[in-house]
Protein backbone atom coordinates (compact mmCIF):
# COMPACT_ATOMS: atom_id res chain seq x y z
CA UNK A 1 0.00 0.00 0.00
CA UNK A 2 0.96 3.51 -0.50
CA UNK A 3 1.52 6.29 1.66
CA UNK A 4 2.50 9.81 2.06
CA UNK A 5 3.27 11.77 5.53
CA UNK A 6 3.64 15.80 5.40
CA UNK A 7 5.73 16.98 8.03
CA UNK A 8 4.23 19.80 9.77
CA UNK A 9 0.32 20.91 9.35
CA UNK A 10 1.11 24.54 9.39
CA UNK A 11 4.35 26.21 8.55
CA UNK A 12 4.98 29.84 8.48
CA UNK A 13 7.82 32.44 6.43
CA UNK A 14 8.30 36.00 5.99
CA UNK A 15 7.69 37.01 2.46
CA UNK A 16 10.67 36.99 0.64
CA UNK A 17 11.92 33.67 2.73
CA UNK A 18 12.98 30.37 1.69
CA UNK A 19 9.29 27.55 1.69
CA UNK A 20 10.40 24.45 1.99
CA UNK A 21 7.70 21.92 2.43
CA UNK A 22 8.05 18.38 2.98
CA UNK A 23 6.97 15.18 2.08
CA UNK A 24 7.47 11.70 2.26
CA UNK A 25 6.01 8.72 0.89
CA UNK A 26 5.80 4.86 1.03
CA UNK A 27 5.87 2.60 -2.28
CA UNK A 28 6.47 -0.62 -3.39
CA UNK A 29 6.82 0.10 -6.92
CA UNK A 30 8.21 3.25 -8.26
CA UNK A 31 6.13 5.93 -7.74
CA UNK A 32 4.71 8.70 -9.38
CA UNK A 33 4.35 12.19 -7.14
CA UNK A 34 2.65 14.94 -6.71
CA UNK A 35 2.66 18.56 -5.13
CA UNK A 36 -1.18 20.16 -5.68
CA UNK A 37 -2.12 23.38 -3.92
CA UNK A 38 -5.50 24.23 -2.76
CA UNK A 39 -6.15 28.13 -2.49
CA UNK A 40 -9.52 28.93 -0.06
CA UNK A 41 -12.88 27.83 -1.40
CA UNK A 42 -11.58 26.43 -4.56
CA UNK A 43 -10.72 22.91 -5.71
CA UNK A 44 -7.07 21.50 -6.08
CA UNK A 45 -4.68 22.43 -8.75
CA UNK A 46 -1.61 20.58 -9.89
CA UNK A 47 2.02 22.52 -9.01
CA UNK A 48 4.22 19.98 -10.39
CA UNK A 49 4.43 15.87 -10.99
CA UNK A 50 7.43 13.38 -11.05
CA UNK A 51 6.80 10.17 -13.30
CA UNK A 52 10.33 9.00 -13.28
CA UNK A 53 12.35 11.62 -15.56
CA UNK A 54 14.86 14.14 -14.14
CA UNK A 55 14.49 13.81 -10.45
CA UNK A 56 14.46 17.72 -9.56
CA UNK A 57 10.67 19.03 -11.02
CA UNK A 58 10.24 22.19 -11.72
CA UNK A 59 6.10 23.50 -11.04
CA UNK A 60 4.31 26.14 -11.95
CA UNK A 61 4.87 29.87 -9.65
CA UNK A 62 8.54 28.83 -9.46
CA UNK A 63 7.79 26.04 -6.99
CA UNK A 64 10.11 22.82 -7.40
CA UNK A 65 10.44 19.62 -5.84
CA UNK A 66 13.30 17.07 -5.77
CA UNK A 67 12.86 13.40 -5.91
CA UNK A 68 15.17 11.21 -3.42
CA UNK A 69 14.92 7.69 -3.57
CA UNK A 70 17.34 6.82 -0.92
CA UNK A 71 15.06 9.14 1.36
CA UNK A 72 11.59 8.24 -0.03
CA UNK A 73 11.02 12.44 0.39
CA UNK A 74 9.65 14.89 -2.24
CA UNK A 75 10.39 17.95 -0.97
CA UNK A 76 8.47 21.32 -2.30
CA UNK A 77 10.53 24.44 -2.14
CA UNK A 78 10.55 28.25 -3.20
CA UNK A 79 13.21 30.27 -3.11
CA UNK A 80 11.12 33.65 -2.20
CA UNK A 81 7.43 33.37 -0.60
CA UNK A 82 5.14 35.28 -2.18
CA UNK A 83 1.73 36.62 -0.08
CA UNK A 84 -0.27 35.39 -2.80
CA UNK A 85 1.41 31.64 -1.66
CA UNK A 86 -0.82 31.29 1.29
CA UNK A 87 -2.64 28.08 0.90
CA UNK A 88 -2.76 24.49 1.39
CA UNK A 89 -0.50 22.27 -0.17
CA UNK A 90 -0.90 18.36 -0.51
CA UNK A 91 1.39 15.93 -1.36
CA UNK A 92 0.33 12.91 -3.18
CA UNK A 93 1.66 9.14 -3.94
CA UNK A 94 0.40 7.32 -7.17
CA UNK A 95 1.81 3.97 -8.68
CA UNK A 96 1.08 4.94 -12.00
CA UNK A 97 -0.25 2.57 -13.78
CA UNK A 98 -3.30 0.25 -12.84
CA UNK A 99 -6.81 1.49 -12.35
CA UNK A 100 -7.51 4.76 -12.89
CA UNK A 101 -3.90 5.82 -11.38
CA UNK A 102 -5.46 6.38 -8.10
CA UNK A 103 -3.73 9.10 -5.68
CA UNK A 104 -2.98 8.85 -2.16
CA UNK A 105 -2.94 12.50 -0.60
CA UNK A 106 -1.32 13.42 2.36
CA UNK A 107 -2.98 15.47 5.22
CA UNK A 108 -1.82 18.84 3.68
CA UNK A 109 0.17 21.53 4.75
CA UNK A 110 -1.23 25.05 5.53
CA UNK A 111 1.36 27.39 4.77
CA UNK A 112 0.89 31.06 6.17
CA UNK A 113 3.14 33.78 4.24
CA UNK A 114 4.24 36.90 6.58
CA UNK A 115 4.53 40.45 5.39
CA UNK B 1 -14.10 25.67 -21.70
CA UNK B 2 -15.95 24.53 -18.79
CA UNK B 3 -14.18 21.69 -17.85
CA UNK B 4 -15.42 20.35 -14.44
CA UNK B 5 -18.05 21.57 -12.39
CA UNK B 6 -20.14 20.48 -9.30
CA UNK B 7 -23.23 21.01 -8.13
CA UNK B 8 -24.72 22.15 -5.43
CA UNK B 9 -21.99 24.28 -4.20
CA UNK B 10 -23.58 24.39 -0.58
CA UNK B 11 -25.72 22.00 0.50
CA UNK B 12 -27.72 21.83 4.11
CA UNK B 13 -29.26 18.44 4.75
CA UNK B 14 -31.04 16.79 7.35
CA UNK B 15 -29.84 12.89 8.90
CA UNK B 16 -31.54 10.12 6.97
CA UNK B 17 -32.18 12.34 3.90
CA UNK B 18 -30.73 11.34 0.65
CA UNK B 19 -28.77 13.92 -1.29
CA UNK B 20 -26.97 13.59 -4.56
CA UNK B 21 -23.96 15.37 -5.33
CA UNK B 22 -23.31 15.79 -9.25
CA UNK B 23 -20.20 16.36 -11.19
CA UNK B 24 -19.72 17.05 -14.79
CA UNK B 25 -16.73 17.44 -17.08
CA UNK B 26 -16.31 18.68 -20.52
CA UNK B 27 -12.87 16.83 -21.19
CA UNK B 28 -14.76 13.54 -22.00
CA UNK B 29 -11.89 11.90 -19.61
CA UNK B 30 -12.00 8.48 -19.04
CA UNK B 31 -11.28 8.23 -15.19
CA UNK B 32 -13.57 10.16 -12.60
CA UNK B 33 -13.21 10.07 -8.82
CA UNK B 34 -14.98 11.40 -5.33
CA UNK B 35 -12.54 12.38 -2.54
CA UNK B 36 -13.75 14.03 0.43
CA UNK B 37 -11.51 16.31 2.65
CA UNK B 38 -11.61 16.81 6.16
CA UNK B 39 -9.20 18.92 8.49
CA UNK B 40 -6.29 16.50 9.43
CA UNK B 41 -7.28 13.95 6.79
CA UNK B 42 -6.26 15.55 3.51
CA UNK B 43 -8.20 13.94 0.61
CA UNK B 44 -10.24 10.47 1.09
CA UNK B 45 -10.82 8.84 -2.10
CA UNK B 46 -14.79 7.33 -1.76
CA UNK B 47 -15.23 6.04 -5.02
CA UNK B 48 -13.86 6.08 -9.36
CA UNK B 49 -15.05 5.01 -12.14
CA UNK B 50 -12.67 4.24 -15.65
CA UNK B 51 -15.52 4.39 -17.83
CA UNK B 52 -19.40 4.53 -18.14
CA UNK B 53 -21.37 1.85 -16.20
CA UNK B 54 -17.60 0.50 -14.50
CA UNK B 55 -17.16 1.83 -10.90
CA UNK B 56 -14.88 1.15 -7.90
CA UNK B 57 -14.97 1.68 -3.83
CA UNK B 58 -12.04 4.31 -2.86
CA UNK B 59 -11.04 3.56 0.88
CA UNK B 60 -14.17 5.16 2.19
CA UNK B 61 -17.07 4.15 0.44
CA UNK B 62 -19.53 3.34 3.08
CA UNK B 63 -22.56 5.02 3.14
CA UNK B 64 -22.00 6.47 -0.56
CA UNK B 65 -23.41 5.21 -3.88
CA UNK B 66 -22.84 6.04 -7.52
CA UNK B 67 -23.57 5.51 -11.00
CA UNK B 68 -22.25 6.57 -14.18
CA UNK B 69 -24.40 5.76 -17.21
CA UNK B 70 -22.67 8.55 -19.14
CA UNK B 71 -18.90 9.70 -19.80
CA UNK B 72 -19.47 13.06 -18.60
CA UNK B 73 -21.48 12.18 -15.63
CA UNK B 74 -20.69 11.12 -12.07
CA UNK B 75 -23.33 11.61 -9.16
CA UNK B 76 -22.54 10.58 -5.73
CA UNK B 77 -25.79 9.76 -3.83
CA UNK B 78 -25.67 9.53 -0.11
CA UNK B 79 -28.63 7.29 1.09
CA UNK B 80 -29.37 8.00 4.55
CA UNK B 81 -27.08 11.59 5.31
CA UNK B 82 -25.68 11.05 8.93
CA UNK B 83 -23.66 13.85 10.92
CA UNK B 84 -20.39 12.50 9.99
CA UNK B 85 -20.88 12.95 6.38
CA UNK B 86 -20.27 16.37 6.81
CA UNK B 87 -17.18 17.17 4.59
CA UNK B 88 -16.01 18.89 1.79
CA UNK B 89 -16.46 16.84 -1.65
CA UNK B 90 -14.27 17.41 -4.68
CA UNK B 91 -14.95 15.43 -7.96
CA UNK B 92 -11.84 15.02 -10.25
CA UNK B 93 -10.96 13.68 -13.68
CA UNK B 94 -8.18 12.47 -15.33
CA UNK B 95 -6.72 10.52 -18.30
CA UNK B 96 -4.04 7.81 -18.95
CA UNK B 97 -2.75 10.20 -21.80
CA UNK B 98 -1.49 12.60 -18.63
CA UNK B 99 0.19 10.22 -16.27
CA UNK B 100 -1.93 10.40 -13.29
CA UNK B 101 -2.84 14.08 -12.87
CA UNK B 102 -5.85 15.01 -11.71
CA UNK B 103 -7.84 17.86 -12.33
CA UNK B 104 -10.70 18.58 -9.78
CA UNK B 105 -13.61 20.69 -9.45
CA UNK B 106 -14.62 23.29 -6.88
CA UNK B 107 -16.31 21.00 -4.45
CA UNK B 108 -19.25 20.76 -2.38
CA UNK B 109 -19.62 21.92 1.15
CA UNK B 110 -21.96 19.41 2.97
CA UNK B 111 -23.49 20.26 6.58
CA UNK B 112 -25.69 17.34 7.71
CA UNK B 113 -27.75 18.25 10.61
Known amino acids: AQSVTQLGSHVSVSEGALVLLRCNYSSSVPPYLFWYVQYPNQGLQLLLKYTSAATLVKGINGFEAEFKKSETSFHLTKPSAHMSDAAEYFC?????????????FGAGTILRVKS | DAGITQSPRYKITETGRQVTLMCHQTWSHSYMFWYRQDLGHGLRLIYYSAAADITDKGEVPDGYVVSRSKTENFPLTLESATRSQTSVYFC????????????FGPGTRLLVL
Open chain 2, 92 to 103: ASSTPMRAGTQY
Open chain 1, 92 to 104: AVSDGRGYGNKLV
